[in-house]
């Protein structure tokens, strides 16, 4: 971003016009100690919980344990310069952060400041970064579905905006991977996509912001930074400053996705926080209050009501309803997920999907297991088309191959009904199989369901399969593109649009190689 | 600091109640100061803090420096805060002492820090507004300060208006650089 000197000197003026120098009322107390981003205060009587204090390092801090005497306080931000004896202000303010479309194609820090060297942000607004969930008046039930590209989910555990879907498994099975698709699904669907990077290593971050920037999908996100070097106060607001800035979205009638990559960081990090606060310690050393700190996060993503959107866009924007969809992240330790935390948000969320490292090893990725993954309520958003192919015969199909899978060694002495059942999951299996970064329209999608579902695998070889159908999509995506376009704008599954789907495929299955 | 401020609350408390009961007050915080003094010095922390000085003879030091103003009561109050080990917080048992004295007396003291001297009509007129804002008696306690440039800060324990040339110079700077 340029400036001439002419401009700065224009902003200069501004400011120097509109500043009142009156004299400051304020409450102040002093630093008596320091330790680990934590700092105990003397005095400051009448300050508020979660109230912004202000260092005389220029530093933030907030203000988390009121005693009778002292008052404890985390830093944001580096604590070095801050010594005994120094005077701490309070503010009067609870932690706001800048919130808009100017933050889309950004990176920021946990407080709102950009971080990757594309100028100042010149955001209009500013929310708080902790806000009471939308009540049960303001809400509207989930019906629309948010296409996440990725057949397996889409299909067996379908997210409808406003939904809590809960992406869970140990490192390394995929699990950002999932949400960048979704994100990078969105880019031409008009969801604006927020990504809250917790407690990662900056390069895992940068890479994120590659892989969206080459698929086009930067430009509609919100990357939301708070890393592993960072303090862990920050840690700890960041998935708070990503969802406010959610929230903007879906107050204004419009769409929105949040992914928080991932939870279990965050209560570490409040953990540690706590802890140093001297907080009673409980179950795995996590204070009393880590079920509340995920509570209150993903009860921020709803579907609102026209009536509410009107109500707080004061009439600027009417009859649409606005959502914010959240796709949180736990990191199970060696899939132990009855530990405390993933059950916690286990059951906070509306369903869960399960990547397992047997399966990402044994090449089935995305690693979703399909027995133990659920959607409670993306059924309802699920579209026509995709629930009528897909649904029910692949959620059956692979679940009497689970029962099945055991004889697999034994397939020469298996009779001819098992031995095909067995195919037909292994079969089905390949079909859910997808490469990273490449998400599909709901279209592409019903063809490789509809193949499945009609047969037109049973004579290819289960190796072949994978590429059979993936051969079938970029076919059909060359050739018919308008037939495709127009299913996916009206996902319905009738006469015509069945005998297209089968023209097509025997045209492909007739004509090409795979 | 904060810890010792609040073992020494319950102490602070009693003293002044017995103190208020008896109409001894002015007594008793002339003795409160002078043993607060006194455990101020690090020698003599260094000698109470002995283990072979045990609660009888520590009481016996105050009495030998205090004289008849430690009486029975004084010395029993004392006598239990060298049992407990507790004799370090006399100075901040002195100061909460003084802070309940003047909420009885509803008398606050202010710290007014000036860029120059106050004169006895700045004075007067602070002390007047003062003393309407807070509901109470006001007792100044004046300082130079020349780093302020102009204006002054005024400060009762953690409620501050600041009215100097360089708060407002520091407002003029946030406000500059956003």
Redesign the interface.
């Known amino acids: 971003m340029a400036l001439n000197s002419a401009e700065i000197s224009q902003i200069i003026k501004d400011r120097i016009e509109t500043f009142n120098a009156v004299a400051e009322e304020r409450s102040e107390g002093t630093v008596v100690s320091v330790k680990d981003g934590i700092v105990t205060i003397y005095g400051l009587a009448d300050v508020m919980y979660g109230e912004m204090l202000e260092f005389s390092t220029g530093e933030f801090g907030l203000a988390l344990n009121l005693e009778r005497d002292t008052v404890g306080a985390v830093v944001l931000g580096p604590d070095t310069g801050i010594v005994e004896g120094q005077t701490v202000k309070c503010t009067g303010r609870v932690m706001e952060v800048p919130v808009g479309p100017e933050l889309l194609g950004r990176v920021v820090d946990a407080l709102g400041n950009p971080i990757d060297g594309k100028g100042p942000i010149d955001a209009k607004q500013s929310r708080p970064i902790e806000t009471i969930a939308p009540g049960v008046i303001a809400r509207e039930p989930v019906t629309q579905p948010l296409q996440t590209g990725l057949k397996i989910v889409d299909s067996l555990v379908p997210v409808g905006r406003g939904q809590r879907e809960l992406i869970i498994g140990d490192r390394q099975t995929g699990k950002t991977t999932v949400a960048i698709d979704a994100i990078i699904n969105q880019r031409d669907k008009g969801v604006k996509c927020i990504y809250v990077a917790i407690g990662q290593k900056a390069s895992s971050v940068a890479n994120v912001v590659q892989k969206l920037k080459d698929h086009d999908a930067l430009d509609n996100t919100i990357i939301v930074c708070a890393n592993a070097s960072d303090s862990a106060a920050l840690q700890f607001i960041a998935p708070y400053v990503g969802c406010s800035m959610g929230e903007y979205f879906r107050d204004n009638g419009e769409d929105a996705l949040i992914v928080y990559d991932d939870l279990t960081k965050q209560a570490w990090a409040y953990r540690q926080i706590s802890l140093l606060l001297r907080r009673p310690p409980g179950r795995e050393a996590y204070p009393g209050d880590v079920f509340y700190i995920h509570s209150r996060l993903l009860e921020r993503a709803a579907r609102v009501n026209s009536a509410y959107v009107e109500k707080l866009t004061e009439g600027r924007v009417k009859g649409k309803t606005g959502s914010l969809t959240a796709l949180p992240i736990i990191e199970t330790q060696a899939g132990d997920i009855s530990a405390f935390v993933p059950t916690n948000v286990i059951s906070i969320t509306d369903g869960q999907m399960f990547m397992e490292t047997s399966l990402f090893n044994a090449g089935i990725r995305p690693a979703i297991n399909a027995g133990s993954s659920v959607s409670r309520v993306g059924g309802a958003a699920q579209t026509k088309i995709i629930k009528k192919l897909g649904g029910q015969m692949l959620r059956l199909a692979l679940a009497q191959y689970r029962e099945l899978e055991a004889f697999a060694q034994f397939a020469s002495d298996l009779d001819e009904a098992t031995r095909k059942q067995l195919e037909h999951g292994q079969r089905c299996t390949e079909l859910l199989k997808q490469p990273p970064y490449s998400p599909i329209s709901v279209a592409e999608m019903a063809l490789g369901l509809f193949a499945i579902d009609k047969g037109f695998v049973e004579d290819i070889e289960v190796e072949k399969v994978c590429s059979f159908i993936q051969g079938l999509e970029s076919y059909a995506r060359d050739k018919y593109k308008a037939f495709l376009d127009a299913v996916t704008a009206n996902p319905v599954l009738n006469d015509d649009v069945e005998k297209q789907l089968h023209d097509m495929v025997t045209e492909y299955k007739n004509t090409q190689t795979w | 600091?904060?810890q010792m401020?609040?073992q020494a609350?319950p102490y602070a408390r009693a003293a002044f109640d017995y103190a208020k009961q008896h109409n001894d007050i002015a007594d008793w915080q002339d003795v409160l100061a002078t043993a607060a003094g006194l455990t101020a010095e690090a020698q003599v922390l260094v000698y109470l803090g002995n283990p072979k000085v045990n609660a009888v003879t520590a009481v016996e030091f105050f009495k030998d420096i205090l004289g008849a103003q430690l009486n029975a009561q004084r010395s029993n109050f004392l006598l239990m805060l060298a049992d407990e080990r507790l004799l370090s917080l006399l100075p901040d048992i002195f100061i909460l002492f003084t802070k309940l004295h003047e909420a009885a007396d509803q008398i606050e003291t202010v710290e007014v820090q000036a860029a120059t001297v106050l004169s006895e009509a700045q004075q007067q007129k602070l002390v007047a507004s003062l003393e309407t804002r807070l509901q109470r008696k006001v007792k100044l306690n004046c300082s130079v300060n020349p780093e302020l440039i102009g204006?002054a800060v005024i400060?009762t324990?953690?409620?501050?208006?600041?009215?100097s040339v360089t708060?407002?110079l520091q407002?003029?700077k946030t406000?500059?650089v956003?």
């Open positions: 600091m904060a401020i609040t609350r204006g400060r324990s953690d409620w501050v208006i600041d009215g708060g407002k407002q003029l406000k500059l956003g």
